[in-house]
């Protein structure tokens, strides 16, 4: 329902307003996990190679080998968990070829990706550093599709076991004395589909049986993460969930969260669109598509209630984001896409309704990190870009951990040809020392937007904001020149009692920090 009404701001100047946002703070009580900001690395172009790792005799600083410029912009926006090492390739990865001396490690053919050979100069041992030196939780997805039960026991086993084993051996051997603590545990990747092309019913199976023989060792208990769904299947969910549903409490244990898997697509799959070259209508259909991922999560979690009223397993986004043509000029394999305004939106968008699921959401990656699909990172040889979806990031991290603060949102739509979508899309949360966070998109590009919010809450505050927009919807970072989407302090809001009246640029992403004098 639109509301249409007047309200006096600023200077008294008189506007019709017809967006309204509602904060409950009465009714907060979930707490936003920090892992729904989580990342996701992949052996996938370069997003290891020249991304993360460039060896420890490059001209680029590095410790041991991982860029020091990418850890540091990656510490700048609290990165929570790290999945590794895919996708798609943790179900041809054999773990024992990425131990040892470097030199001597086997090779490997990227099947999925380019069809590159792997070195496997990258391995446990360098990505528990690379999580260590980022300060996050690895995730990490075992080889349900090619691998063995045996080769992926032995690898919780080697990583978190501090007992005296051949494979703890192995790994003191290796320089890693003490046992790491690998707490989140994918149970193989995309089953349905590059994982091995599994029916629910046979993969439920599977997974029984490989996390069986994935221990808990030292106290810590793993969380077991299985194949959920891609997108709409929701006979994937259905059955995974009513097997679950039927086994004892012991067995149920095996599973702790399901995933699900929604790449926003402006187009299809045959054409995706470029990352950088669109129009007002590509604009529009890939923010709504990026809309539809609320409804997908909706119906997913109305699956699982039933089976799981009482909510033992999470849901975890572990992929998600945008999927353009590679930029021209790139090899094919390696999904190497530029970023710009738009994905900035795409991130904003999906983090407020991943927020507004709290309850309900244990975890969710963006695909990929560096380098592949919509980035935080580009790197060039020595040289590094942080994209608009980086900055969406920086902004939204203040709710990691936070309470979410529900909300209602009325506004008015964002009309483009026959379609119509909100133009408004938000999120709020209270962090430990009381400060109230709103993260906001004007999702129009063409107009500014006018919204008041109702705090739902009186008292002497004060009030920051921030802002992520520029001048044109694809415009974009790129090496050798100065940003161009970059954020910036906002000012542009004007508290009345508990109402906040603030004035968002076209095409934009607000933050609003009020804190409690
Ligand atoms: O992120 C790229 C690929 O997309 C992943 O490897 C796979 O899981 C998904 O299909």
């Given at each position: 329902m639109l509301l249409t009404f007047?309200a006096?701001?600023?200077?008294?100047?008189?506007?019709?307003q017809e967006n309204t946002i509602v904060l409950h703070p009465d009714k907060a009580?979930?707490?936003?996990?920090?892992?729904?900001?989580?990342?996701?690395?992949?052996?996938?172009?370069?997003?290891?190679?020249?991304?993360?790792?460039?060896?420890?005799?490059?001209?680029?600083?590095?410790?041991?080998?991982?860029?020091?410029?990418?850890?540091?912009?990656?510490?700048?926006?609290?990165?929570?968990?790290?999945?590794?090492?895919?996708?798609?390739?943790?179900?041809?990865?054999?773990?024992?070829?990425?131990?040892?001396?470097?030199?001597?490690?086997?090779?490997?053919?990227?099947?999925?990706?380019?069809?590159?050979?792997?070195?496997?100069?990258?391995?446990?041992?360098?990505?528990?550093?690379?999580?260590?030196?980022?300060?996050?939780?690895?995730?990490?997805?075992?080889?349900?599709?090619?691998?063995?039960?045996?080769?992926?026991?032995?690898?919780?086993?080697?990583?978190?076991?501090?007992?005296?084993?051949?494979?703890?051996?192995?790994?003191?051997?290796?320089?890693?004395?003490?046992?790491?603590?690998?707490?989140?545990?994918?149970?193989?990747?995309?089953?349905?589909?590059?994982?091995?092309?599994?029916?629910?019913?046979?993969?439920?199976?599977?997974?029984?049986?490989?996390?069986?023989?994935?221990?808990?060792?030292?106290?810590?208990?793993?969380?077991?993460?299985?194949?959920?769904?891609?997108?709409?299947?929701?006979?994937?969910?259905?059955?995974?969930?009513?097997?679950?549903?039927?086994?004892?409490?012991?067995?149920?244990?095996?599973?702790?969260?399901?995933?699900?898997?929604?790449?926003?697509?402006?187009?299809?799959?045959?054409?995706?669109?470029?990352?950088?070259?669109?129009?007002?209508?590509?604009?529009?259909?890939?923010?709504?598509?990026?809309?539809?991922?609320?409804?997908?999560?909706?119906?997913?979690?109305?699956?699982?209630?039933?089976?799981?009223?009482?909510?033992?397993?999470?849901?975890?986004?572990?992929?998600?984001?945008?999927?353009?043509?590679?930029?021209?000029?790139?090899?094919?394999?390696?999904?190497?896409?530029?970023?710009?305004?738009?994905?900035?939106?795409?991130?904003?968008?999906?983090?407020n309704?991943?927020n507004s699921?709290?309850?309900?959401?244990?975890?969710?990656?963006?695909?990929?990190?560096?380098?592949?699909?919509?980035?935080?990172?580009?790197?060039?040889?020595?040289?590094?870009?942080?994209?608009?979806?980086?900055?969406?990031?920086?902004?939204?991290?203040?709710?990691?951990?936070?309470?979410l603060i529900p909300i209602t949102v009325q506004c008015k739509?964002?009309?483009?040809?026959?379609?119509?979508?909100p133009?408004i899309s938000a999120s709020a949360s209270k962090?430990?020392?009381?400060?109230i966070h709103i993260s906001l998109?004007?999702?129009?590009?063409?107009?500014?937007n006018e919204v008041s919010v109702d705090l739902g809450i009186t008292?002497?505050?004060?009030?920051?904001?921030?802002?992520?927009?520029?001048?044109?919807?694809?415009?974009?970072?790129?090496?050798?020149?100065?940003?161009?989407?970059?954020?910036?302090?906002?000012?542009?809001f004007?508290l009345n009692g508990s109402k906040l009246a603030i004035?968002m640029?076209?095409?934009?992403?607000?933050?609003i920090?009020i804190?409690?004098?």
């Amino acid at each position: 329902m639109l509301l249409t009404f007047l309200a006096l701001v600023g200077t008294g100047r008189l506007f019709a307003q017809e967006n309204t946002i509602v904060l409950h703070p009465d009714k907060a009580n979930a707490v936003i996990s920090k892992n729904i900001y989580g990342h996701f690395s992949e052996h996938l172009g370069h997003c290891i190679y020249e991304g993360i790792l460039v060896g420890e005799n490059s001209a680029i600083p590095n410790t041991r080998g991982i860029r020091n410029d990418v850890v540091k912009a990656l510490r700048d926006i609290s990165i929570p968990n790290l999945r590794w090492p895919g996708g798609c390739f943790a179900d041809e990865y054999h773990w024992h070829n990425g131990i040892g001396p470097r030199n001597e490690r086997p090779t490997m053919i990227n099947t999925n990706w380019g069809g590159v050979t792997e070195d496997n100069s990258f391995g446990t041992h360098e990505f528990m550093d690379l999580c260590e030196q980022l300060g996050c939780e690895p995730v990490i997805t075992g080889n349900v599709g090619s691998g063995t039960v045996e080769e992926m026991s032995q690898w919780v086993e080697y990583l978190n076991s501090d007992n005296i084993s051949p494979m703890t051996d192995l790994r003191k051997k290796n320089g890693h004395e003490k046992a790491w603590k690998v707490h989140y545990w994918g149970v193989g990747n995309e089953s349905w589909g590059c994982g091995g092309g599994m029916s629910p019913e046979f993969y439920f199976d599977q997974l029984m049986r490989y996390s069986n023989f994935c221990r808990n060792y030292n106290g810590n208990d793993l969380y077991r993460v299985a194949v959920g769904a891609n997108v709409d299947d929701y006979n994937w969910t259905e059955t995974i969930m009513r097997l679950w549903s039927k086994k004892s409490p012991w067995e149920q244990r095996l599973m702790n969260g399901l995933s699900l898997h929604y790449y926003t697509l402006c187009h299809g799959w045959d054409q995706k669109g470029s990352a950088t070259v669109f129009n007002e209508e590509e604009w529009y259909s890939t923010l709504s598509k990026t809309l539809q991922i609320d409804d997908l999560i909706n119906k997913h979690l109305a699956i699982m209630d039933k089976y799981d009223p009482s909510h033992k397993i999470g849901l975890v986004v572990d992929e998600w984001g945008d999927w353009f043509n590679v930029e021209p000029g790139t090899n094919p394999g390696f999904l190497y896409q530029q970023n710009t305004l738009r994905d900035a939106l795409v991130a904003g968008i999906n983090l407020n309704i991943f927020n507004s699921h709290a309850d309900r959401i244990a975890m969710a990656n963006i695909a990929q990190m560096i380098n592949v699909l919509q980035s935080m990172i580009l790197t060039n040889k020595e040289q590094i870009v942080l994209t608009p979806t980086y900055y969406v990031f920086r902004m939204y991290k203040v709710h990691q951990g936070a309470t979410l603060i529900p909300i209602t949102v009325q506004c008015k739509d964002y009309k483009y040809g026959n379609g119509s979508i909100p133009s408004i899309s938000a999120s709020a949360s209270k962090d430990a020392t009381g400060k109230i966070h709103i993260s906001l998109v004007n999702l129009d590009p063409n107009g500014v937007n006018e919204v008041s919010v109702d705090l739902g809450i009186t008292g002497k505050f004060n009030i920051a904001g921030e802002v992520l927009s520029s001048k044109a919807m694809n415009d974009y970072n790129d090496f050798n020149k100065l940003p161009l989407v970059v954020p910036v302090m906002f000012d542009k809001f004007k508290l009345n009692g508990s109402k906040l009246a603030i004035t968002m640029p076209s095409k934009s992403v607000v933050s609003i920090e009020i804190a409690p004098r």
